[in-house]
Each structure stands twice: as structure tokens, then as C-alpha cells.
């Protein structure tokens, strides 16, 4: 049985970085066909992609927040992180990570989300 | 980065209609194009990928279509549990994107 589930805090405050684990089961993240990927999803707005690790440990970032996010992976604890820097109230969201199983690069599988909000 | 817009931002229909939802890519993805569907408070579910194969478990009254740049997800008989939003996805190539998503609302 495939799950992922993300963990980290609630609340940040503004110019903190954010750290997000994804722990991944029923799968290994060495698998050759295996990718996780960061999403998010501000309240009440569209699905955004942010950032993508493959089983070699190839990234891939969003254009537009490159500069602030860090994806890696320890594949001996089945587990993903996400980090995003200088986090401002309109980063507050729900952060997804999801499955990418096969190309092309769908989601078969993703987490339930965890709301973060930034606020001083 | 490849653009993907969807059309309507939100329909209203009644349970029984034929709703249709198009997703246009700024730069052919051949057909590589995912479909997912959200309730709130929910993760998206995947329903159809590579522009018309439907995943395990849909039901058969969804269907996609389209390749290139022009995709269509079609609800041929709208159901009670089928109000939700969604959203179209390419799946070609990184930086992967999404439409703004189609709200799909009872009338």
C-alpha cells in the first residue's frame, strides 16, 4: 500500500525558512521509475508545482521560486524535504508531496497536505 | 515554461448533464496531459492520464480527449459526488504546471 504523509510546522513566521519532511511508504524511493514532487496550494487557489527529486537525485525547481527551495531525499529513511527560505504571509498554503510513477510525469499518489501559514 | 489555461473557471450544472472542461497548453505535449479531480479539504485524485486513458477505478462516464496543445475532459452524465474542482495538468516536461482548475458547481 502506497502512502505519502507530510510533517512539519504549522505556523512560520515571516523571513524563516520552512522545512517540510514527506516519509513515503510502500515504495522505495530508489526505484529507477520512482520521482516525488513538492506542491502547493494557497487557501482557496489553484494547484502549484514547486519541485521534483528523482531516484538518480535529480532535481527540478520551479522557475519562479528556484532561488528559494531545496529538495533531497534519504533514501535509507524513505523520506523527501522540502526547503523554502524567506518565507512571506502569501507562501501560506497546503503543501502536497505526491508520486510520480513512470513517465510521463503524473501523480499517482499524493499525501494528504499540510497547511502552513505565515504570520508574525 | 509551458502556460496551461482552462476553460470555464466554474460551470453550474444539474445532476444528468454532459459537462465539458478544455485545458489549452501554450506549446504542444503531444499527449502527455493529466486530469485531476479535488473536493475540498481532500487531495487531488488522478482521473485520466496521458490525455485519455482513464486510471484505475474512474468511472467510465469520465472521459478525456484531445493532443498537441487542445485537451478535453468530458463528465458524460453529471453525479452527486462529481461536484468538485478540476484541474489539468501537463505532464511532458519540468517545470510541470497546472490550469487555474474548473469549478464544477450544482445549478
Known amino acids: 500500500q502506497v502512502t505519502l504523509k507530510e510533517s512539519g510546522p504549522v505556523l512560520v513566521k515571516p523571513t524563516e525558512t520552512l522545512t517540510l519532511t514527506c516519509t513515503v511508504s510502500g515504495f522505495s524511493l530508489s526505484n529507477a521509475r520512482m520521482g516525488v514532487s513538492w506542491i502547493r496550494q494557497p487557501p482557496g487557489k489553484a494547484l502549484e508545482w514547486l519541485a521534483h527529486?528523482?531516484?538518480?537525485?535529480?532535481?527540478s525547481y520551479s522557475t519562479s521560486l528556484k532561488s528559494r527551495l531545496t529538495i533531497s531525499k534519504d533514501t535509507s529513511k524513505s523520506q523527501v524535504v522540502l526547503t523554502m527560505t524567506n518565507m512571506d504571509p502569501v507562501d501560506t498554503a497546503t503543501f502536497y508531496c505526491?508520486?510520480?510513477?513512470?513517465?510521463?510525469?503524473?501523480?499517482?499518489?499524493w499525501g494528504q497536505g499540510t497547511l502552513v501559514t505565515v504570520s508574525s | 515554461d509551458i502556460q496551461m489555461t482552462q476553460s470555464p473557471s466554474s460551470v453550474s450544472a444539474s445532476v444528468g448533464d454532459r459537462v465539458t472542461i478544455t485545458c489549452r497548453a501554450s506549446q504542444g505535449i503531444s499527449s502527455w496531459l493529466t486530469w485531476y479531480q479535488q473536493k475540498p479539504g481532500n487531495a487531488p485524485k488522478l482521473l485520466i492520464y496521458?490525455?485519455?486513458s482513464l486510471q484505475s477505478g474512474v468511472p467510465s462516464r469520465f472521459s478525456g480527449s484531445g493532443s498537441g496543445t487542445d485537451f478535453t475532459l468530458t463528465i458524460s452524465s453529471l453525479q452527486p459526488e462529481d461536484f468538485a474542482t478540476y484541474y489539468c495538468q501537463q505532464a511532458n516536461s519540468f517545470p510541470l504546471t497546472f490550469g487555474g482548475g474548473t469549478k464544477v458547481e450544482i445549478k
Open positions: 496521458a490525455a485519455s
Open positions: 527529486i528523482f531516484s538518480n537525485d535529480e532535481k
Open positions: 505526491a508520486r510520480t510513477s513512470k513517465y510521463p510525469y503524473d501523480f499517482d499518489y
